[in-house]
Structures are given as C-alpha cells and as structure tokens.
C-alpha cells in the first residue's frame, strides 16, 4: 500500500474577511473533490484571512500513480488562479 500525503499553501492578497477565505476554500475543495478521487480539507491557518493551507491524501498500490495523482491535483489548483500558491509539498510513504 503506497499513501501520497500533499499540502499547498495559498494566500489571497486582497481578502479582509472570513467569510471570504471560506468560500474560496470551499470553491476549491469542492472543484478538487469532485474532479479527483481524493482526500481534501483545509488544515491550517484557520484563524488567518489571507492565508490557506490545504492537505491532501491519496492511498494506491502504485508509488508513481499516487505521486502523478498528487501532483495533477496541486498542478489544478495552482491553474485555477483563486488565490496565490507559496508552498507546495508531496510526501509519499510505503506501508
């Protein structure tokens, strides 16, 4: 069994609310999930306004599956231009 963990951080320049961060997470995460078999949920940052970080996981049995899946989906939210991409990160572990 081969687990793909990635994590992006974002930054959205000109937002000064909340609710503003929330419904760009919830924009991407929704375009992520429904376009791609994984697992997406903000993860850190919670309590900041411009800044987004987002983990992501995929479980495969294939090592070079699961790093192609993860980057395709980082690749995708970097395309997507909602916010600015600072970070990116992909670790794959074998169990």
Do not use: C
Not at 41 to 54: F, G, M, P, S, T
Not at 72 to 91: G, Q, T
């Amino acid at each position: 069994m081969v687990i793909g963990v990635g994590k992006i951080t974002l930054r959205i320049p000109h937002n000064s609310s909340l609710k503003g961060k929330r419904m760009v997470v919830k924009s991407i995460t929704d375009r992520v999930k429904s376009r791609f078999n994984v697992s997406i949920a903000e993860v850190d940052h919670h309590d900041l306004w411009q800044l987004i970080q987002l983990g992501m996981s995929y479980i495969g049995n294939d090592r070079r599956h699961v790093n192609s899946r993860l980057d395709k989906v980082l690749n995708f939210v970097e395309n997507l231009r909602i916010a600015e991409v600072i970070d990116r990160e992909i670790e794959i572990i074998n169990v």
